[in-house]
């Protein structure tokens, strides 16, 4: 696709349900990374893909968050039994190559409402 | 461990500059500056590497200070336009150089 692709844009859920959020990257981009960001606040690092390396996950902020990366492309965050501290909102972005001389390109994020 | 910005805040009339700073303890290979308005998705500005290069964007330019683990983002002659939140990310010279990023500095031009 032209950019990178969040879906849904806007989710509402009773606390304790498990959510996806999903994320389409730049077609051939390798790096994908997800990013918290709360009302007002800055960008939380959750967890980086890296082509087939083993993703770095040192963000998570507990064992309720899981995210996937399929084929190389597509990627899921799972968020399980959502508390309302979860609100926020979950931007992911991708980048082309594997060094870091290349721009990071985000996509609208989608809006978690836990309530 | 994420990067230290500052100031938090600022507010500028047109035509003012404004520096917005980034510091980290870890040392880095490279800095990124994005800048993200209300609502919206942060929008890449400029990315400076080891090696303490300088780089413009119009009226927009930054310095990497690789000795003091610290980059600088000069706004210059600031524009209405520039309001925003500007973000720092680093990503460090050894591990898995996972982005991360500082806490944001929100940037008010007023006419």
């Known amino acids: 696709g032209a950019g990178v692709s969040q879906s849904p844009s806007n989710k509402v859920t009773e606390k304790g349900k498990d959510v996806e959020l999903r994320c389409d990257p730049i077609?051939?981009?390798?790096?994908l990374y997800w990013y918290r960001q709360s009302l007002g606040q800055g960008l939380e690092f959750l967890i980086y893909?890296?082509?087939?390396?083993?993703?770095?996950k040192s963000g998570l902020p507990s064992d309720r968050f899981s995210a996937e990366r399929t084929g190389g492309s597509v990627s899921t965050l799972t968020i399980q039994r959502t508390q309302q501290e979860d609100s926020a909102v979950y931007l992911c972005?991708?980048?082309?190559?594997?060094?870091?001389?290349?721009?990071?390109?985000f996509g609208q994020g989608t809006r978690l409402t836990v309530v | 461990q994420q990067p230290v910005q500052s100031p938090q805040a600022v507010i500028l009339r047109e035509g003012e500059d404004a520096v917005i700073n980034c510091s980290s303890s870890?040392?880095?290979?490279?800095v990124h500056w994005y800048r993200q308005k209300h609502g919206e998705a942060p929008v890449f500005l400029m990315i400076?590497?080891?090696?303490?290069e300088q780089k413009g964007h119009d009226k927009i330019s930054a310095s990497f200070n690789e000795k003091k683990q610290q980059s600088s983002l000069y706004l210059t002659a600031s524009q209405l336009s520039y309001s925003g939140t500007y973000f720092c990310?680093?990503?460090?010279?050894?591990?898995?150089?996972?982005?991360?990023f500082g806490s944001g500095t929100r940037l008010q031009v007023q006419p």
């Open positions: 990310g680093t990503a460090s010279d050894t591990g898995r150089r996972a982005l991360t």
């Open positions: 870890k040392a880095l290979y490279s």
């Open positions: 077609s051939g981009h390798t790096a």
């Open positions: 893909f890296q082509g087939n390396s083993a993703p770095d």
């Open positions: 972005a991708s980048r082309g190559v594997s060094g870091l001389n290349t721009e990071a390109f």
């Open positions: 400076l590497l080891k090696g303490g």
